[in-house]
T-cell receptor
Framework: AQRVTQPEKLLSVFKGAPVELKCNYS??????LFWYVQYSRQRLQLLLR??SRESIKGFTADLNKGETSFHLKKPFAQEEDSAMYYC??????????FGTGTLLAVQP | DTGVSQNPRHKITKRGQNVTFRCDPI?????LYWYRQTLGQGPEFLTY????????KSRLLSDRFSAERPKGSFSTLEIQRTEQGDSAMYLC??????????????FGSGTRLTVV
């Protein structure tokens, strides 16, 4: 079965601290993995996808097929990073499967 | 074009009533998706259209739910005989075929349904 697991509902860090938001997935084929972000009172929007291997707003994520993980990392958190983050998977079925989300709270 | 538009933003209805939501996608996008999000959960796939054809429906979409995209442009999602368990945020997204699944998704702001 296709599944995305985000074990942390809330991650609270201080400004300038490193951030790692965990995401594990279950999929029998070759999935595409994504991170979506939702800032307060804004729409859900794409942050990054594993295929592009880019860094957006200082965030990176590496797909680890052996551990079936796609953790989101940032070396130095900023207050404006506070938001809800969703990991999502897309397989051969043209739809996104989302995790339950992690609320990142960056304290000043 | 200001993106994906959903109406209404909020809807409060009594149990047993029917409700209809509308989604206007980005005009050149041929794919349109409906998701549902309840408190503490991520968005859950309901159904999607390519042009006017409804290509997939989730098990979550009971026979009380129906979605249409009659001319391949806007879409409507109707819930008949609403139940309290239908209370959720209903999200619409659109994309272009060939941009890679998920890459070109643009989400709307959602319609929040409360069934009392």
């Amino acid at each position: 079965a296709q599944r995305v697991t985000q074990p942390e509902k809330l991650l609270s860090v201080f400004k300038g601290a490193p951030v790692e938001l965990k995401c594990n997935y279950s999929y029998s084929g070759s999935p595409e993995l994504f991170w979506y972000v939702q800032y307060s009172r804004q729409r859900l929007q794409l942050l990054l996808r594993h295929i592009s291997r880019e860094s957006i707003k200082g965030f990176t994520a590496d797909l680890n097929k052996g551990e079936t993980s796609f953790h989101l990392k940032k070396p130095f958190a900023q207050e404006e990073d506070s938001a809800m983050y969703y990991c999502a998977l897309s397989g051969a079925t043209n739809k996104l499967i989302f995790g339950t989300g992690t609320l990142l709270a960056v304290q000043p | 074009d200001t993106g994906v538009s959903q109406n209404p933003r909020h809807k409060i209805t009594k149990r047993g009533q029917n409700v209809t939501f509308r989604c206007d996608p980005i005009s050149e996008h041929n794919r349109l998706y409906w998701y549902r999000q309840t408190l503490g959960q991520g968005p859950e796939f309901l159904t999607y259209f390519q042009n006017e054809a409804q290509l997939e429906k989730s098990r979550l979409l009971s026979d009380r739910f129906s979605a249409e995209r009659p001319k391949g442009s806007f879409s409507t999602l109707e819930i008949q005989r609403t139940e309290q368990g239908d209370s959720a945020m209903y999200l619409c997204a659109s994309s272009l075929t060939g941009t890679g699944e998920g890459y070109g998704y643009t989400f709307g702001s959602g319609t929040r349904l409360t069934v009392v």
